[in-house]
């Protein structure tokens, strides 16, 4: 089946930091992205979606310029935390879609201390 | 009021029982449903679809539809201690397709007790 992989897959930094996470597909080229972010004992939200070679979309009430996403190709979609704080500590889930179906990430734990 | 809605458990279930985890979901419109099981620290992963009111079955999984009572639910025959994880519903307005937005209940913590 379809891959998609996430890097790094836990991230520690100083609060006032910007975090980059790396999302690929690996063997298939995903013509949309969605990024969710998960809050421990709470459900997966939609902070964005993003098609190759254009702007991504955001869900209300996420901040586009504290959470830039780029999707420069098929294969790779970044999201990065500008100026991280505690509340931004959060567990970050990539998914790619192809061809009708939509690949999870193994996602990326990131702490702000 | 949350768009999909599921009980947080956790619910405690004896090991060969039947787990009954239920669903209901706010938007009327919606096509697609999903059942997803996710472990803990590690990313959801789909277990069964369905698009169609009734009964949808794969090995040890049924999924139930009722569009008219807006509820979803997925039952666990032969309940394995595996099968310990937290089961997210979730729901798509439209047909199931690379790039539908899917919303995702908070899920419900099940464990399978030997």
């Known amino acids: 089946g379809a891959v998609v992989s996430q890097h790094p897959s836990r991230v520690i930094c100083k609060s006032g930091t910007s975090v980059k996470i790396e999302c690929r597909s690996l063997?298939?080229?995903?013509?949309?992205m969605f990024w969710y972010r998960q809050f421990p004992k709470q459900s997966l939200m939609l902070m964005a979606t993003?098609?190759?070679?254009?702007?991504?979309?955001?869900e209300q009430g996420v901040e586009k310029d504290k959470f830039l996403i780029n999707h420069a190709s098929l294969t790779l979609s970044t999201l990065t935390v500008t100026s991280a704080h505690p509340e931004d500590s959060s567990f970050y889930i990539c998914?790619?879609?192809?061809?009708?179906?939509?690949?999870f990430g193994p996602g990326t734990r990131l702490l702000v201390l | 009021q949350k768009e999909v809605e599921q009980n947080s458990g956790p619910l405690s279930v004896p090991e060969g029982a039947i787990a009954s985890l239920n669903c209901t979901y706010s938007?009327?419109?919606?096509?697609?449903f999903f059942w997803y099981r996710q472990y803990s620290g590690k990313s959801p992963e789909l277990i069964m679809s369905?698009?169609?009111?009734g009964d949808k079955e794969d090995g040890r999984f049924t999924a139930q539809l009722n569009k008219a009572s807006q509820y979803v639910s997925l039952l666990i025959r032969d309940s394995q201690p595996s099968d310990s994880a937290t089961y997210l519903c979730?729901?798509?307005?439209?047909?199931?397709?690379?790039?539908?937005?899917?919303?995702f209940g908070s899920g419900t913590r099940l464990s399978i007790r030997p």
């Open positions: 938007d009327r419109g919606s096509q697609s």
């Open positions: 369905i698009y169609s009111n």
């Open positions: 063997d298939f080229q995903a013509t949309t």
């Open positions: 998914v790619g879609g192809f061809q009708e179906t939509q690949y």
């Open positions: 979730a729901v798509s307005p439209e047909g199931y397709s690379s790039a539908s937005k899917i919303i």
């Open positions: 993003s098609n190759e070679g254009s702007k991504a979309t955001y």
